[in-house]
């Protein structure tokens, strides 16, 4: 599955250092004017919590298709993350740079990277977690990795890895599109429930996604399966 790699040149190409600062015990303090006083009140700023339904399954197939695919989402999800963090990087390195000749060699540079450290693990990934890898890098990037891949190579190329990825049944060009796909909507059903629950670090969608609305129509609206 080598074509994957090219789907993720955008991963990072440096590392860099941390400085790990001490934190002073501290407490934020903001203050109501009440009839000219000034009242001081601690500030505690909450992260978002989204209500989430409780999950329930029709039969036990459907309960154990999500975990399995609960198991490769969470699995590929950080590729995907990466993937836009390294989009943004990469545009604004490019955007700084003048000659083609630069841009050339500064993106050679990145997919040498790619192919010494990271295609062993691509190589790993099974033909269902490389198509929903390919959905989520669309949910992240807000385009398809084919357009990707496109834009940092050349259209042929492409074409040849859309191709190549037909053969495995992974398609470049999907989008991920949760109010249309059942699967897809389920996907950003495990997502929400791992973003709450910290074991996957939250990044925003480049996509408008309404989880709210989305479940309505999946969950609530859905219509009863017959016995």
């Given at each position: 599955m080598n074509y994957l790699k090219y789907i993720l040149l955008l991963l990072p190409v440096l590392a860099f250092s941390q400085v790990n600062e001490v934190e002073q015990d501290s407490t934020d303090v903001t203050y109501i004017i009440v009839e000219g006083d000034s009242i001081p009140k601690t500030a505690i700023d909450l992260d978002e919590v989204m209500l989430l339904h409780k999950l329930k399954f029709d039969s036990k197939k459907d309960r154990i298709r999500y975990l399995i695919l609960r198991r490769k989402t969470i699995k590929v999800y950080p590729y995907a993350k990466m993937a836009a963090e390294r989009l943004d990087s990469l545009t604004t390195h490019l955007a700084k740079l003048t000659k083609k000749r630069e841009k050339k060699r500064y993106t050679k540079k990145v997919q040498k990277y790619i192919e010494g450290e990271f295609s062993d693990e691509l190589k790993k990934l099974t033909r269902t977690e490389g198509q929903i890898l390919v959905k989520l890098i669309h949910r992240q990037t807000g385009r398809t990795a084919f357009d990707l891949v496109?834009?940092?190579?050349?259209?042929?190329?492409?074409?040849?890895?859309?191709?190549?990825?037909?053969?495995?049944?992974?398609?470049?060009?999907?989008?991920?599109?949760?109010?249309?796909?059942?699967?897809?909507?389920?996907?950003?059903?495990?997502?929400?429930?791992?973003?709450?629950?910290g074991r996957l670090e939250r990044q925003k969608s480049k996509l408008e996604i309404d989880f709210y609305k989305l479940t309505d129509k999946w969950v609530y609206n859905a219509p009863k399966t017959e016995q």
């Open positions: 496109k834009e940092l190579r050349n259209g042929w190329r492409a074409f040849w890895y859309n191709t190549t990825a037909n053969v495995f049944d992974i398609k470049l060009k999907k989008e991920f599109d949760p109010w249309n796909d059942k699967e897809d909507y389920l996907i950003e059903d495990i997502l929400q429930r791992n973003f709450q629950s």
